[in-house]
C-alpha cells in the first residue's frame, strides 16, 4: 500500500514540475480538449455512472446521497462547461502583485505561483472529479484525487477520458492521477505524504473533514459543512421568504449550501410560518421547530438540541422563533458552520447588521444560500468551499490554489 500511494505521489511531483512550465495558450488547450473529450465520451461516462448508480440503490443509499452521485447528459455537459470556463478566465500565475524600490536599490517583489500538487479527499459527487482537475491545472498544479468508492466507475471513467484529451495535445497525463484503490488504508497514507503532496483539501461530511483535520502531516485547507440558516426578519416579504426557502432548502437537499436551519422573527411567525409549511410539506420536508414553532402548526414536530447543528442533507428542516434580530444572530453565530447565511428583510440597517455580525464564509440579503458555489460566483469551477479562515474562505477558485513567492532584483548588492 505504501509504495502504491508513494509511486503516485512521485508522479505528481514530476508532473507538478511540467505543469508549472506550461504557458497559458497550452493550459487552456488542455482544457478545452479535456471538455470536448468528456462530451463526446458521455455514452461511456453514463454507462459507467450506472454502476456506481446501481450499487448505491443495491445498498440502500437515500436518494439524496443518489442524486449526487448521478450523472446526466446535462450534468456532462456542465462538467465540460466549466472546464471551457476556466480556459476562459485569466490565468493568475506568473502574475507580479508589487515591486517596490529599496535604499540600497533592491528591487523586491511578489508573483503567484502554482502550489505544485494538491490532493483532494471527497465522497461521491463524481462532477469534482473535473472541477478539481481544471482549476489546479489551470494553476499550474498536478492533482491526485481520492473519491470515494460509491463512485469509483464514474471517477476512472471521468480521469481516463481527461488523461486521454490531455495526451492528445502532448501535455502531462500525470496532471491528473486518481488513487483507484478505495480503501481507508489510502486515505491514512495520502494524509502522510508530506514529502509529495503540498497541500490537501479534504470534500465530504463532518466525519471525513474531522479525521483529515487531525491526522494530516500534509497541511490541511478545510471545506467544512453546511448547516446554512435563512433568517426571516420583521416585516420582510413573506412571498420573498418562501420562495427563497423552498429553493435554498429542496432545489437540491443533499448539498453543502441547502438550507437546513430556519430562524424567524416573532412578528413575521403568524403569517409566514403557516406559509413555510405549506410550501416545504408539498415537497415532503419534516420541519422541526422549538416550542412556539409548534404551536403555530400542527404539521411541525418538537426539535431537540441537537436539531439546531445539524446538517441534515436530506428531508428536514430545524425552525426556530426569535424575539429580535441580535438573538437571531446570536443562534446562527451559535450552531452554523461558518458556510452561508442570509437574511430576508426589507430593512437596509438590519441587512448591513447581519453581514456584518455573522460569521461565515458567504453571507446573504434576500437571496438563497443555494448561491454559494465556484460556478455561480463566475469562477468556472470550485475546489470546494473553506470554512476555515486562513488563506482562502468560502468558494475556491483559482487564487486559492496558488501561493507567492518573492523575486529580489539586484545589480550587486551585498549586505553589511
Same mark, same amino acid.
Given at each position: 500500500m505504501g509504495n502504491y500511494m508513494e509511486t503516485l505521489g512521485r508522479r505528481a511531483k514530476e508532473a507538478s514540475r511540467l505543469c508549472a512550465k506550461l504557458g497559458t495558450t497550452e493550459k487552456n488547450k488542455g482544457l478545452?480538449?479535456?471538455a470536448e473529450e468528456l462530451c463526446s465520451r458521455s455514452a461511456y461516462l453514463l454507462e459507467e455512472n450506472e454502476k456506481d448508480l446501481k450499487a448505491a440503490e443495491e445498498k440502500g443509499i437515500r436518494q439524496s446521497?443518489?442524486?449526487?452521485l448521478r450523472l446526466t447528459q446535462q450534468r456532462i455537459e456542465a462538467m465540460a462547461e466549466g472546464l471551457e470556463q476556466v480556459a476562459g478566465l485569466g490565468d493568475p500565475v506568473?502574475?507580479?502583485?508589487?515591486?517596490?524600490?529599496?535604499?540600497?536599490?533592491?528591487?523586491?517583489?511578489?508573483k503567484r505561483v502554482p502550489l505544485g500538487v494538491v490532493g483532494i479527499i471527497?465522497?461521491?459527487?463524481?462532477?469534482?472529479?473535473?472541477?478539481?482537475?481544471?482549476?489546479?491545472?489551470?494553476?499550474?498544479?498536478?492533482?491526485?484525487?481520492?473519491?470515494?468508492?460509491?463512485? %469509483?466507475?464514474?471517477?476512472?471513467?471521468?480521469?481516463?477520458v481527461i488523461r486521454e484529451g490531455l495526451a492528445k495535445e502532448g501535455l502531462p497525463e500525470d496532471a491528473i492521477l486518481l488513487v483507484e484503490d478505495t480503501s481507508r488504508e489510502t486515505v491514512g497514507?495520502?494524509?502522510?505524504?508530506?514529502?509529495?503532496?503540498?497541500?490537501?483539501?479534504?470534500?465530504?461530511?463532518?466525519?471525513?473533514?474531522?479525521?483529515?483535520v487531525e491526522n494530516s502531516t500534509v497541511p490541511v485547507i478545510e471545506t467544512g459543512t453546511g448547516n446554512c440558516h435563512v433568517y426571516v426578519d420583521a416585516g420582510a416579504d413573506i412571498s420573498m421568504a418562501v420562495e427563497i426557502i423552498e429553493n435554498a432548502k429542496t432545489q437540491r437537499m443533499g448539498v453543502c449550501n441547502a438550507c437546513e436551519s430556519l430562524v424567524i422573527h416573532?412578528?413575521?411567525?403568524?403569517?409566514?410560518?403557516p406559509r413555510i409549511v405549506s410550501r416545504l410539506s408539498s415537497h415532503q420536508v419534516e420541519i422541526r421547530g422549538d416550542e412556539r414553532a409548534c404551536g403555530i402548526s400542527r404539521e411541525i414536530i418538537p426539535a431537540e438540541e441537537e436539531d439546531w447543528g445539524t446538517e441534515y442533507l436530506d428531508a428536514v428542516i430545524s425552525m426556530k422563533i426569535v424575539d429580535s434580530i441580535e438573538e437571531a444572530i446570536a443562534h446562527i453565530n451559535r450552531y452554523n458552520t461558518g458556510h452561508?447565511?442570509? %437574511?430576508?428583510?426589507?430593512?437596509?440597517?438590519?441587512?448591513?447588521?447581519?453581514q456584518d455580525e455573522v460569521d461565515a464564509a458567504a453571507v446573504?440579503?434576500?437571496?438563497?444560500t443555494r448561491f454559494t458555489d465556484g460556478f455561480e460566483f463566475g469562477f468556472g469551477a470550485e475546489i470546494g468551499i473553506s470554512t476555515q479562515k486562513l488563506h482562502a474562505r468560502g468558494p475556491m477558485g483559482l487564487l486559492a490554489l496558488t501561493s507567492t513567492k518573492y523575486i529580489i532584483f539586484g545589480d550587486g548588492q551585498v549586505r553589511n
Open positions: 478545452l480538449r479535456a446521497l443518489i442524486d449526487r506568473g502574475e507580479v502583485l508589487d515591486m517596490k524600490n529599496r535604499p540600497n536599490g533592491l528591487r523586491i517583489g511578489t471527497y465522497e461521491s459527487r463524481p462532477n469534482v472529479t473535473a472541477d478539481a482537475f481544471a482549476l489546479c491545472f489551470k494553476t499550474g498544479n498536478a492533482v491526485i484525487l481520492r473519491g470515494g468508492s460509491d463512485a %469509483i466507475h464514474s471517477n476512472l471513467a471521468i480521469v481516463k497514507e495520502m494524509m502522510k505524504l508530506r514529502d509529495s503532496i503540498d497541500v490537501l483539501i479534504p470534500r465530504g461530511g463532518a466525519g471525513l473533514i474531522a479525521n483529515v416573532a412578528a413575521a411567525a403568524e403569517k409566514a410560518v452561508s447565511e442570509s %437574511i430576508i428583510t426589507n430593512d437596509y440597517g438590519h441587512a448591513l447588521k447581519f446573504y440579503v434576500n437571496a438563497s
